[in-house]
Every structure is written in C-alpha cells, then in structure tokens.
C-alpha cells in the first residue's frame, strides 16, 4: 500500500498529499498540488502553522452547515468553498451518531444496507464534486479536500478526483483505505472495547469500522455502480461533469509528471 502522508501532521487528523500516484500512463501525480484531511479544526498551532506554509490556494468544505457550525475551521486567508452536496440522496435517512452506529440485529443489518446505498449514490449528480472538477478545471490549485474525519465524502471525493487524473482502480482503493492506517489507534479502542458484543453479531464490526474509517468492499461498490450506470469512466466524466476527453488530458498534462 502507499503511503503518502504529511508526517508533521498526527495521523487522526487524517491529512495527505495525492502526489506519488502513478497513472495508468507512468507518470505520476504531481507532489504538493492536491491534499485531503479531516476537519481543520482539530489541528493543533504547530499543524496550522505547517498547513500555512504549503501555499494551498483553495480549501472545499464538504460538511454540512451544523457540522460547520459546530466545528467552523480557523481563520484562512484564502478562498473556501463550502458545499454540503456530498451528503447524497438518502443520506438524511441515516443516523451517523455513536448511538446510530452501534446497532445489532436487524437494526444493524438496515444500517450497514443504508450505508451501502448512501455510498453508491454519491457520485452522482453530485454539486460538492462537480465544484471540486470546476476548482480543479480552472486550475485553483494546489487546493484541499476536507470534510470532519476526511474519510467518507472526502474519500469518495478523492477516488474520483484520482480516477480522472488516470489512477488504476487498485490505487484508488488503496489511496481509500489509507484512512484505516492513519485512523488506526481510533478504530482498534472501538472495536476492543465493544469485542463481546461483535462476536455475538458481526454486522456490528462492519458498523463500527465504517464510524471510524472505511471498508474496501465500500470502496468497490462505488467503483462498481459507476461503471454499471455509465459503462465506462470516461462517459462517468462526459455525463456527470461535462468533462470530454481533450479536458481531461489537459488536465493530466498539467498535474502529471
């Protein structure tokens, strides 16, 4: 698996750069132009003042406006844009809480396929990605994905995001499942502490990982539904973001080396 991680920052914040991928034409991303996170909030003085001096230009929100509200980032002088869109079609319909995610049973069971639909749907028609395709189009970078625990929207978002820039499906995921090594210590005390009751109803292990970080059959799906609805990605790209094929290469020109 790669590993490319901002090692000033303490893994639970979940901050990465996407440069060191390899394309499916050799080349690779290019270092310092697209980073991902959790919430800024979280970040301690010393990790501002680091994320200060990486020149980032532009900064997405992918939190809601409770979420938000709750947690604002700090003061950045520099363009952010918030767009809550990234909570797709259902997603109002789950209980992302502790209490929500700690479920057994038959409960447990409508949770995990709430999930799963919650996902799938999220690459489509989707306002929060199309803005980061706009952001990135224009060449506002080198910008920052970030929503509060920089797995799930920011996740999926930046699955996207690598699959344009020519990233083979494995990269993808294994760029995905980087949460679960950086939020590792998080989700072995949850799943520790509730061991007992895991062994008694294992949808509640599936439950408990995803709360904290992110599942690669999660992952799949995505992949899945994408290449079911639209047969290939490029039409994904065509139809969801009017992007045509020339667009596209001249993006990878730019940010491929």
């Not at 797709?88 to 992302?96: L, P």
């Not at 049973?105 to 999220?122: H, N, T, V």
């Not at 820039?165 to 509730?194: F, P, Q």
Request: glycine content about 8%; proline content about 3%; overall charge neutral.
């Amino acid at each position: 698996m790669i590993e490319n991680g901002c090692e000033q920052f303490r893994k639970e914040l979940n901050f990465r750069d996407l440069g060191g991928y390899s394309a499916a034409d050799g080349r690779k991303i290019k270092h310092g132009i697209f980073y991902r996170s959790g919430a800024f909030s979280r970040m301690n003085t010393a990790e501002k003042k680091i994320f200060d001096g990486l020149g980032i230009q532009c900064v997405i929100d992918l939190r809601t406006e409770e979420e938000n509200r709750r947690s604002p980032d700090p003061s950045l002088n520099i363009p952010v844009y918030r767009c809550s869109g990234a909570v797709s079609k259902g997603g109002e319909g789950i209980d992302f809480s502790p209490k929500g995610m700690n479920q057994i049973g038959s409960a447990g069971e409508k949770q995990w396929d709430l999930l799963q639909e919650y996902y799938q749907e999220m690459p489509f028609q989707n306002p929060a990605f199309q803005m980061i395709m706009k952001q990135v189009e224009q060449k506002h970078v080198p910008l920052c994905i970030h929503c509060a625990t920089g797995k799930d929207r920011t996740g999926v978002a930046c699955m996207i995001l690598l699959l344009m820039l020519g990233a083979e499906e494995r990269t993808v995921l294994d760029d995905y499942m980087l949460s679960c090594t950086y939020r590792k210590r998080v989700i072995d005390h949850v799943l520790e502490n509730n061991k007992e009751k895991i062994e008694a109803d294992p949808i509640l292990k599936k439950l408990l990982i995803m709360k904290d970080g992110v599942l690669r059959e999660t992952g799949e799906a995505v992949l899945k539904n994408i290449r079911e609805r639209y047969g290939s990605y490029a039409d994904y790209f065509k139809n969801e973001f009017g992007l045509k094929e020339e667009q596209i290469q001249k993006m990878r020109n730019w940010y491929l080396e």
